[in-house]
């Protein structure tokens, strides 16, 4: 399965957030950061504010920060989220024109698949992305953040 950019791009904004706990955030920080486009960073921090895993501050020093229940939010949640996880046409009974649905083997083979990769996913949680926040930030260029125990920032 290859994730969508905007899954991708999710996943980095929340590596880099719960690396950084204690701060707002804005987008164009962590597009500068990441190399990446802001006008698309931007809309996924759209996307996952709308959908509860982020809040905003507007105004001088705000930014985004992760919302009080995303630490512990399972990371197989997020790509669910932001992903179309129908991996071929037959997943979707509404849009299936598929004349061998009723008895292919492919669709419940990529079943298995598809749980299989979540099942891995829900293993961790967006907390977990935050293992190497001491390497993190100091490819940030920050102080390592004082609000991350010892035992989270080291490796």
């Known amino acids: ?3 969508t950019y905007h899954t991708d791009y999710s996943l980095r904004l929340l590596t880099y957030l719960i690396c950084r706990p204690s701060r707002c955030v804005t987008t164009r920080e962590m597009a ?10 931007t809309k996924v921090a ?3 504010t709308k959908a509860g895993w982020l809040t905003t501050t507007r105004g001088s020093g705000g930014g985004l920060m992760l919302a009080a229940h995303t630490p512990g939010a399972k990371i197989g949640e997020i790509v ?4 179309n ?6 997943f979707n009974p509404a849009t299936n024109s598929c004349p061998i649905h009723r ?24 907390q977990d992305l935050a293992r ?5 930030n100091q ?10 125990s010892d035992a989270q920032s080291d490796c």
Do not use: N, W
């Open 85 to 90: 996880t129908d991996l071929v046409e037959c």
């Open 132 to 136: 190497y926040s001491a390497e993190v």
């Open 32 to 41: 500068e950061f990441y190399g990446i486009s802001l006008h698309h960073l």
């Open 1 to 3: 399965m290859q994730l």
């Open 139 to 148: 490819l940030i260029g920050a102080k390592p953040d004082p609000a991350i």
């Open 46 to 48: 759209k996307a996952l």
């Open 103 to 126: 008895c292919c083997e492919l669709k419940s083979i990529l079943f298995q698949a598809r749980r299989a990769f979540f099942e891995v996913l829900d293993s961790f949680t967006v």
């Open 80 to 83: 669910r989220c932001t992903e």
